[in-house]
């Protein structure tokens, strides 16, 4: 009987050794603490019922658990740490533009600040310059909205006329306010937003 508890409590602990996927958002970081918070009180229930059933402290399911509750433990404190950093990320105006909003449809519109179109291409060398100048990761996270904008920090990427748009310049579009961290052969006024949009004269990922 203790020799089947014991394989049960084994596999029932190992079931929980999945930390939870890194999270940017606040909520991926409250559902990411919520899974440790569960882990933690099953790797208790594990050890308290192997107790009750007469094993040791000492018990190597017993150890498991303790080990497993400790690496979640710390992984707790470090995403409610992320989640304090959170309410600290640069907070972007409110927009007021009330015309035409660019989509993955209409490809181009005429924004508040000039001529927007998007693009979707791997985001880490733009990232990794503007790392290079100085924005960090805890106040300009890399993410993707919910409707597929690629976002550094609370402000949509952009790539602009750095002529006319210097990299690091906040400007307002038709999908809120952006900040320019890449360029390429574009108007002077032109806007680009990134996205994960695909159409077919845009498929790069």
Not at 107 to 119: A, C, F, H, N
């Amino acid at each position: 009987m203790r020799k089947i508890f014991s394989i049960l409590v084994t596999v029932a602990v190992c079931l929980t050794l999945v930390i939870p996927a890194f999270a940017a958002t606040r909520s991926e970081l409250e559902i990411n603490i919520a899974a440790c918070k569960s882990t933690k009180e099953t790797c208790h229930q594990m050890a308290d019922c192997a107790r009750k059933l007469g094993f040791s402290d000492d018990h190597i399911i017993i150890q498991i658990a303790k080990q497993r509750w400790n690496e979640v433990d710390a992984q707790q404190k470090e995403y409610q740490k992320q989640l304090t950093n959170v309410s600290t990320y640069p907070q972007a105006p409110k927009s007021t533009w009330t015309g035409s909003t660019l989509n993955k449809d209409n490809k181009s519109v005429q924004g508040p600040s000039g001529k927007e179109t998007y693009y979707n291409y791997d985001m880490s060398v733009v990232v990794g310059i503007m790392r290079g100048q100085g924005y960090d990761s805890v106040s300009y996270p890399y993410w993707i909205r919910s409707d597929g904008v690629k976002m550094f920090g609370p402000y949509a990427i952009l790539a602009a006329n750095f002529n006319h748009y210097p990299r690091g310049s906040i400007v307002e579009t038709s999908l809120g306010w952006g900040i320019v961290c890449d360029t390429g052969n574009f108007d002077y006024n032109q806007i680009c937003i990134a996205t994960n949009w695909l159409h077919e004269l845009n498929s790069q990922n």
